[in-house]
């Protein structure tokens, strides 16, 4: 089991940054690769960006790349999503989720565990 816990939402205006932080504690984190998802109201959770645990590779939603950035650090147990120049359609849930897939996947269903979220409001 691993348990994921998200931190860093909050309010921000438009052209702001947010940091938002992936815990995560239970068997080696280190193995999973970690996604970040978000769920606007009315809408399906989607893809924002994922990290893989081997080479740190990354891959990113065309709507976020060149403004978020994601990283992690295995010793702290922690990924983060750096979101800069954030926008009001950013608006969303954003969740962390981990996987023992071992190339990076983008679908919901491909992803084990789950945190709860964490509110991100962007303010136009």
């Known amino acids: 089991q691993v348990q994921l816990v998200e931190s860093g939402g909050g309010l921000v205006q438009a052209g702001g940054s947010l940091r938002l932080s992936c815990a995560a504690s239970?068997?080696?984190?280190?193995?999973?690769?970690v996604g970040w998802f978000r769920q606007a109201p009315g809408k399906e959770r989607e893809f924002v960006a994922a990290?893989?645990?081997?080479?740190?590779?990354?891959h990113y939603a065309d709507s976020v790349k060149g403004r978020f950035t994601i990283s992690r650090d295995n010793a702290k147990n922690t990924v983060y999503l750096q979101m800069n120049t954030l926008k009001p359609e950013d608006t969303a849930v954003y969740y962390c989720?981990?996987?023992?897939?071992?190339?990076?996947?983008?679908?919901?269903?491909?992803?084990?565990?789950w945190g709860q979220g964490t509110q991100v409001t962007v303010s136009s």
């Open positions: 989720a981990a996987t023992l897939a071992t190339i990076l996947v983008v679908r919901t269903f491909e992803y084990d565990y």
């Open positions: 990290i893989s645990w081997s080479d740190s590779s990354t």
């Open positions: 239970g068997r080696t984190f280190s193995s999973y690769a």
